[in-house]
């Protein structure tokens, strides 16, 4: 079979990069071999994401520029995914008349057949609708390029439609996979060498409640710990409403669970929480961050945090920074409120002027960036686990890893420690990484 040259563009999510993956690897098998040069691609995929405007202007904007490429290579086949894509649909072809295909979040698995229709009689495709399970859910994406860590989909869709969200009506109802499904493919993938999963889902709690096959999220968890060759679980994203005690005890109960939790907060007012439809109080939320700390005092907590939601007052604002000051988070993502078509919060009254969002954010973002410092300074002179990923990029000489708490560190090392969990001594705390040395056992000391 001939090689053709695959290109993808990513936006949005982990789910998104997952999707991106699964598409490469559907595509492997109808002889597509991805590039990372768009310009010399037979077969180009946007995989967008609708969550905010400025999310869905960058697809816009490569969309637009990809005509020029076209018209030097009209044999070349361009395709958007995603959740741009599922909320545009057919409309996507009136106004990109270089576009070949559109496909939706629940159609990933149709794209070899897709493709296989362009190449034959080139005519425009659109297959954006949804199916109660997601074909593609459990698609397998072989290790490559000496990968050491892997996303393993454990459910899709999410039913809480918090008033600011898309995600619900372009990803539809959760559906969950079968823990069999999802615990073999772990196994397939340790058996190709990778050490580290992240189990994906825009609600991860719901497994075992409402989705799954009777398993609790904490008891397939700890099925995944005893596969051989798995060192580290990580899970994202968790709703604060259905984290149970069940899975905060997983953090002390499971030793292959790494102490980092993805909780997001978005607003420290109970005014905006309620209108925001997100099913639980600040002082909830505090309580869990309480319980998960008193288990395990080093776990780290990061979230997400949305400024100017509409009827958000200087006051409600205020309690997010207090609330920020209290908890101290490892980390955040942070935004400012963006208008999508369709959601509750789009008909609310109140809307906060742009030029204020960006003033409540810039200032939120100054606190956490000195909660963030203070954090990875707090570790310096601290041995850390560390999983070798790869080459760092900042220099040849460096390895790039993970501490269990999910920070990037940066320390001297050769290649062949890639995939080893080694012990570093943490020299430096940045805002963005921290610096470290290896510990030498043998030679019995660090310094
Ligand atoms: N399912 C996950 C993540 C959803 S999207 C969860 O529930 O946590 C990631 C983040 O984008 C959200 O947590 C929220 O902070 C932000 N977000 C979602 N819709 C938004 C909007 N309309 N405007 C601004 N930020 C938004
Ligand atoms: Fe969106 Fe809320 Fe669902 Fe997260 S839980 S995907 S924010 S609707
Ligand atoms: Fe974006 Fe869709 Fe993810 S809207 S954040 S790509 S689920």
Redesign the pocket.
Known sequence: MKNTLLYIETFG?QMNVHDSEQMAALLADSGYKLTENIMLADLILINTCS???KAAQKAYSLLGRLVKIKKKNPELIIGVGGCLAQHIGQKFHKNFAHLDFVFGTHNIDRLPQIVAAIKEKREKITEIDFYESVNSIGVFVPPQNGKVSAFVTIMQG?N?F?A????PYLRGAETGRPSEDILEEIRKLADQGIKEVILL???VNSYGKTIGNGLSFAALIKKIGKIPGIERIRF????PRDLSDELIRCFTEEEKLCEHI?L?V?SGSNKILALMNRGYTVEEYMKKVDHLRNLNPHISITS???VG?PGETQDDYQETIDMMKKIRFDST????????EG?E?QKLEGKIEECEKLRRLKQLQMLQDRHTLDKNIALENTRQEILVERRSKNSKDDLMGRTRSWKIVNFEGGLELTGKLVDVKISKGYLHSLRGKMIDEEAGSVD
């Open positions: 999510c969550i905010r405007e999410c809480n918090c600011y969200c898309v995600v889902g825009q609600n994202t994203t968790s709703h993805h997001p978005q997400d945090i949305i939601f993502f942070s935004f400012k409120y963006s208008e999508r959601t919060a």
